[in-house]
């Protein structure tokens, strides 16, 4: 397993817009190779932005790269900074992790 994210710092008071830019877009992930999940995570507030990370589980990390440069990948970007690119507070952050463990709630 293999987990891509990216840590975004985005302006107070543009939280709204952050979400809908992600929540209203085509991901084109489900009929992707490898991919499992996605989840978009709202994190800590401090003084001048809110923390924000896209969490998506990959089968394997070879899987995920093939997906950066794939043709889904690019529909799925083409708009990624939406009509208002001033919400950021810089550039992402990405971060990239091969699974070493894990541990699953079992069924009774």
């Given amino acids: 397993m293999y987990i891509a ?16 830019i992600w929540t209203e877009r085509d ?18 507030e401090n003084e001048d932005h809110t923390l924000f990370a896209s969490h998506t589980k990959w089968a394997s990390k070879s899987d995920f790269e093939a997906w950066t440069t794939s043709d889904a990948f690019r529909k799925a970007h ?9 919400i950021y507070l810089g550039p992402p952050r ?12 079992s069924e009774d």
């Fill in 5 to 20: 994210m990216n840590r975004f710092r985005i302006i107070k008071g543009e939280e709204e817009t952050f979400e809908r």
């Fill in 94 to 105: 990405f971060e990239g992790f091969e699974t070493v463990q894990t541990i699953s709630k």
């Fill in 27 to 44: 991901t084109h992930l489900n009929d992707v190779p490898g991919f499992v999940e996605f989840r978009l995570l709202r994190g800590a």
């Fill in 78 to 86: 083409a708009n990624a900074g939406g009509p208002k690119k001033d």
